[in-house]
């Protein structure tokens, strides 16, 4: 039964890794400008681990089938010093793996989180409630209007607090419940939450990024290619979780502008 343990654990450590060798299951097409240095270190951080993943159940599937022998004269090797060794060995080679892979990537992940939003960024506000997502514009003005969570009415379409009435700001903004926007153009989304915690996630823009109740979150990625795709919340956010998404739609410059004009008509 050893050495058939060791033949499964063989072919079932094979099977997995040409799934990732042939990209079986993987990301969707990239379309943001940050795209690629993401992809390429989810490649690197895949190939590192998988050499690790693959020694360490080849290693273990050999010793399996050397300890199957049970012939009694069989000389038993002991590993020079016991295990100590080869537990610091596994430590330190994992600890190198990992300080790597941050040195390598921290490029990748500071030009989506410390890079600051270009100045000419199209800014949008994003409010985030069980189980929707809402999108605000600035209106004609260029200016949004103040917010008023003690005036959040959805049932009145009041999703993210506006005061028309005494705030002459938010007369003209605009909120839909599809993010739009023009392509090849710097967008900058700040993130709310009405109620719990939820996530902004677009695979297509390789962007997953959780709001946090009580804090403005800014994000920000130009996208590159026109389509529509979907947005949904990664975060386990009450029973309607599954069914919490909306789209976003990628148009050209000239096809977004005349869709905003139409809103601001509304």
């Known amino acids: 039964m050893g050495r058939l343990f060791a033949v499964v654990v063989t072919v079932i450590t094979l099977l997995s890794v040409s799934f990732f060798v042939m990209h079986t299951w993987w990301m969707p097409v990239d379309i ?11 490649e690197e951080t895949m190939t590192g681990s998988g050499l690790l993943f693959l020694g360490g159940q080849l290693l273990l599937g050999l010793f399996v089938w050397q300890s199957s022998d049970k012939n009694p004269a069989r000389k038993i090797k002991i590993f020079p010093g016991g295990a100590n060794p080869l537990v610091a060995a596994a430590i330190i080679l994992v600890g190198i793996e990992i300080l790597t892979l941050t040195f ?7 030009a989506v989180n410390l890079v600051p939003a270009a100045a000419d960024s199209l800014h949008i506000d994003v409010q985030a409630e069980q189980f929707a997502f809402y999108f605000r514009y600035a209106g004609p003005d260029g200016q949004f209007g103040g917010l008023h969570p003690d005036k959040i009415d959805d049932g009145s379409g009041n999703y993210f607090g506006l005061d028309p009435a005494n705030d002459v700001a938010a007369r003209d903004d605009v ?4 993010l739009v926007i023009p392509v090849n153009r710097p967008i900058l989304l700040t993130l709310h939450s009405k109620d719990v915690g939820h996530s902004f996630y677009v695979p297509e823009l390789r962007i997953q990024q959780d709001f946090v ?3 403005e979150i800014p994000v920000h990625f130009t996208a590159t290619q026109t389509g529509k795709f979907e947005i949904v919340c990664t975060q386990l956010c009450g029973l309607g979780h599954y069914n919490m998404k909306a789209y976003l739609q990628v148009m050209s410059e000239a096809d977004y502008e005349q869709w905003l004009k139409g809103q601001e008509g509304q």
């Open 32 to 42: 943001s400008t940050t795209g690629p240095a993401i992809d390429h270190q989810l």
């Open 104 to 110: 390598v990537g921290s490029k990748a992940w500071a």
């Open 175 to 178: 909120v839909v419940g599809s």
């Open 213 to 215: 109740p009580g804090i």
